[in-house]
């Protein structure tokens, strides 16, 4: 079966997209409020099957210098089919995203996805600082 890639922030379905990060590692819980705002301030992708939501990505960027890729995801029946690399590479190829300095993204399980895709571990990461509250979402 064939999917579809799009930028339109109107065809991303919020009910899908906060369903699966809500249950998500890195986002237990977290609110739909969060989420809707989390997109408005995002370059999204969505991955489409027969008119409905099978995946997702996106990048905070200042569109210059910098970004950073977050909430990548692609539904469990639809997994295992270049989606998620396809995301990945729609967004790192999208014309508002060339000539950026450093990308960064954090991913706990998908590191094959990404090194396909030319990204390697952080070179120095004894500068790299975070702030990190793990169970903002369940307060």
């Known amino acids: 079966m ?6 339109d922030p109107r065809a991303l379905d919020l009910d899908t997209i906060h ?27 969505g991955a489409y099957r027969a008119g409905r939501q099978i995946g997702f990505a996106r990048v905070v960027s200042d ?14 029946e639809a997994q295992g089919q270049g989606i998620g690399r396809a995301m990945v590479r729609a967004l ?9 300095r450093r990308w960064f993204l ?7 996805v990404y090194e396909a895709l030319g990204w ?15 169970d903002i979402y369940r307060r």
């Not at 064939?2 to 930028?7: A, D, E, V």
């Not at 954090?106 to 094959?112: F, K, N, P, Y």
């Open 92 to 100: 790192m190829e999208h014309h508002e995203l060339q000539g950026l």
């Open 63 to 76: 569109r210059a210098t910098f970004a950073y890729l977050a909430d990548v995801f692609v539904l469990e």
């Open 2 to 7: 064939s999917w579809t890639l799009s930028f």
């Open 120 to 134: 390697q571990p952080v070179a120095h990461p004894e500068r790299l600082l975070e702030i990190t509250v793990p």
């Open 19 to 45: 369903g699966f990060l809500t249950t998500s590692y890195w986002s237990p819980g977290i609110p739909r409020e969060t989420v809707a705002r989390a997109i408005a301030g995002s370059l999204c992708v």
């Open 106 to 112: 954090a991913t706990l399980d998908a590191h094959g």
